[in-house]
């Protein structure tokens, strides 16, 4: 059974795409749901919502074919994945494993300045709550400057990739206050280890957090299900 298509969020500002690659531009659309799973990518109507000329877009088709967010349906053509509900429990059990280990590494390896980076974007966090699009993009910062502490580039390579496959998903899960507060608070526990140097501790509420968000993930797909008539 196919996971359901995820609810539209705002489209970024027109100033927020300027210096994009078309690639970009479709990433973009893909995370906020504007693209929706199973929609059909026609070159000619891209090329001419965006105001670019067709070959940037058959490029970014193909990228994202490349990245697996793409497939070619039969007597369709080019759209947007589904991720079947086996898919979805996968890639939260990886991305646990990858971000736990992350945590691990990190609680080695970061500098203290690094770490005070975290802090400093997880009380942004705090602060953005009610803000969804603020709110997803500094949770993303937050986990993009935990795996750069982490000094590992194939774990580097492995996250973006499973992020990449995530988009699908659509809306983020910290659109709802309460997983904002409750993510600050799981930040606040990975932070905690990270500064006693704990990296049993650190891999730990790391997995927990992430686990935290599958389940909000679960609930928020649940409620698509039972918004259709």
Do not use: C, W
């Amino acid at each position: 059974m196919a996971v359901p298509r995820a609810q539209k969020t705002a489209v970024p500002a027109p100033e927020a795409l300027q210096g994009k690659t078309a690639y970009q531009r479709l990433l973009d659309e893909i995370a906020s749901g504007t693209l929706l799973p199973g929609t059909r990518l026609r070159e000619v109507e891209l090329a001419n919502r965006l105001g670019i000329s067709r070959t940037p877009v058959r490029d970014a088709i193909r990228q994202l074919e490349a990245d697996g967010l793409v497939v070619h349906v039969p007597r369709v053509g080019a759209a947007i994945r589904t991720l079947d509900y086996a898919e979805v429990m996968e890639l939260y059990e990886m991305r646990a494993v990858l971000e736990g280990t992350a945590a691990r590494l990190a609680a080695r390896a970061a500098s203290d300045v690094e770490i005070a980076e975290l802090e400093t974007l997880n009380g942004e966090l705090r602060a953005a709550e009610g803000d969804g699009l603020k709110s997803y993009a500094l949770n993303k910062q937050f986990h993009r400057t935990l795996l750069d502490a982490a000094r590992n580039r194939y774990l580097t390579r492995s996250v973006n990739s499973l992020e990449k496959t995530l988009l699908i998903l659509g809306r983020s899960t910290l659109s709802e206050s309460d997983r904002v507060r409750e993510a600050v608070a799981e930040h606040a526990e990975v932070l905690d280890a990270l500064r006693a140097r704990d990296a049993a501790k650190a891999e730990e509420v790391m997995r927990r957090h992430i686990e935290a968000a599958h389940r909000a993930r679960l609930r928020q797909l649940r409620a698509v299900v039972q918004a259709v008539p």
